[in-house]
């Protein structure tokens, strides 16, 4: 990690990490690396890989390591949890705060060093919930 600590900010991760940050959402590699393609054009996907596990590593972003989904990236990297919609896949941070209480609770019942804790809620976003029940709704009855 102290190797990584005197690494110098390049253009490439000064720009990876600002179009992360402009995003509300968490996205892949694939989509940061065409967002920032946009801005670099000789960027490599590597390349975006390669910055992202670096930013990862320091601390500035956080890896989402979602069950039924690509890795994604949030460039909060405070401890909080998220919810994923199992139709569409889109992920969204979750407004309650980190259950610290769990990890007191089991470091104190293990002789694990507990480091941490994912907690992800899943269900249907709002987009995939009307569209379920469109598809749901029976047909109206024309009209004589």
């Known amino acids: ?8 900010t390049t253009q490439q991760r000064t720009i990876i990490l600002e179009e992360l940050r402009n995003r509300k959402d968490h996205p892949s590699a694939d989509e940061i690396f ?33 069950s039924g989904s690509l890795k994604r ?18 992920v969204e941070n979750a407004p309650i705060a980190p259950l610290n209480q769990i990890e007191d609770d089991l470091y104190q019942a293990t002789v694990f060093e507990i ?15 009307q569209k379920d029940q469109e598809t749901r709704q029976p047909p109206r009855a024309s009209r004589p």
């Open 34 to 66: 065409s967002r920032v393609r946009k801005r670099l054009p000789r960027i490599s996907l590597g390349t975006v890989y390669r910055n992202l596990e670096i930013l990862t590593q320091l601390g500035e972003i956080q890896e989402l390591k979602l």
């Open 115 to 129: 480091i941490g804790h994912n907690l992800e809620f899943t269900g249907l976003c709002p987009d995939c919930t």
């Open 1 to 8: 990690m102290q190797k990584l600590r005197n690494l110098r």
């Open 73 to 90: 990236y949030d460039w909060n990297p405070n401890k909080h949890y998220h919810i994923r919609c199992v139709n569409c896949d889109r």
